[in-house]
């Protein structure tokens, strides 16, 4: 089999995640007769220290019914240029929300600066949209926000009258490599939307939380949007699974990231950026690029394609630390040629 670096969203589910998938009690939950929907909600909202939470099909779907619930028609939403919300998800917010988009260049730590945001935050006045939430992402492209910045956020919110939503797709990657706990991580946030289906490994699934009342909006959202489901405990197991055995070994996918940039830096050509968590972005030049993704592909190895003139590489529960050695190998070979 090869070894797919394209994206932690690639990663099988266990065999210990088939068996309890396989023996999940279940219900229809779009009349809320699930058990074990509603105890993967539960679990979720109680590690991110909200009230209650929301199963979903997809990353894409939690994020937009959480600003279809912050937002109105006529509303704006504050955002990184390169942000998923933004740029990754069709433009929903708008296309189906007639939410604007005022998106803005993110700093090198991930961050939006509070100067420019404050910038951008629209007077009340008629000629403009109304400038109603915050997005903000953890971690966002491998890196962690910084917990300065989580710790001021929340204030400067206020200040300005805006709402917080986090896209937390990988807030865990941003927990194990910050030591803070989820709830930690989350506190200064509304509504957070965190993805089962990447590093936990789970196949399906992402799970928006936020207050009790935010959550019975959202709901009204996600029917809309099609993703109320039915018998659902077969996946929401899953996520059960995965946010009970899979947590703590994110740390892996971290020194195997770590271990993979420290390798790939010693090869002349490649230029690798610091690593937190459990991707590598790596610059390469040479000849060697224009062929490179087919002739690793030739030796097993799947990387994805540039984004931003970088390549992405993304360690996860699939990839042995033995895998990493193999593919320091493939890159050695290829460019010392
Ligand atoms: C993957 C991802 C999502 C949601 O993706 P889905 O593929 O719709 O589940 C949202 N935000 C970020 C940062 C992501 O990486």
Aim: charged share 20%.
């Amino acid at each position: 089999m090869s070894i797919d670096l394209r994206s932690d969203t690639v990663t099988r589910p266990t065999l210990a995640m088939r068996e309890v998938m396989g023996s999940a009690e279940v219900g229809d939950d779009v009349f809320g007769d699930d058990p074990t929907v509603a105890r993967l909600e539960e679990l979720a909202a109680g590690i991110l220290g909200k009230e209650a939470g929301m199963f979903v099909p997809s990353g894409t779907q939690s994020n937009l019914c959480a600003m279809l619930t912050h937002c109105e028609r006529g509303d704006e939403y504050i955002v990184g240029q390169s942000a998923h919300t933004y740029l990754f998800e069709g433009g929903g917010a708008a296309v189906l929300g007639s939410i604007q988009p005022q998106p803005l260049d993110q700093e090198p730590d991930g961050s939006l600066a509070f100067d420019k945001i404050a910038g951008l935050v629209k007077p009340d006045d008629f000629h403009f949209a109304r400038t109603r939430l915050l997005c903000l992402e953890n971690t966002t492209w491998g890196k962690v926000l910084p917990l300065d910045y989580l710790e001021s956020v929340g204030g400067f919110a206020e200040t300005h009258g805006l709402a917080l939503h986090l896209d937390g797709a990988r807030i865990f990657n941003a927990v194990i490599a910050s030591g803070k706990s989820a709830a930690d991580l989350a506190a200064p946030f509304d509504s957070v939307s965190l993805c089962l289906s990447k590093g936990l490994g789970a196949p399906v699934g992402s799970v928006l939380v936020a207050s009790g009342s935010f959550i019975k909006e959202a709901k009204r959202w996600r029917k809309m949007l099609g993703g109320g489901m039915r018998q659902a405990g077969i996946l929401a197991a899953a996520g059960i699974h995965a946010l009970e055995d899979h947590l703590e070994r994110l740390a892996d996918d971290h020194d195997n990231a770590r271990r993979l940039s420290q390798g790939l830096a010693l090869i002349p050509g490649l230029k690798v950026d610091p690593v937190q968590t459990n991707m590598v972005f790596v610059d390469a030049s040479g000849d060697q690029v224009a062929t490179l993704s087919e002739r690793l592909q030739d030796q097993g190895v799947l990387i994805g394609g540039y984004t931003g003139g970088k390549m992405r590489l993304v360690t996860h529960l699939d990839v042995s630390a033995n895998d990493i050695e193999t593919v320091i190998s493939a890159f050695s070979e290829i460019f010392r040629a």
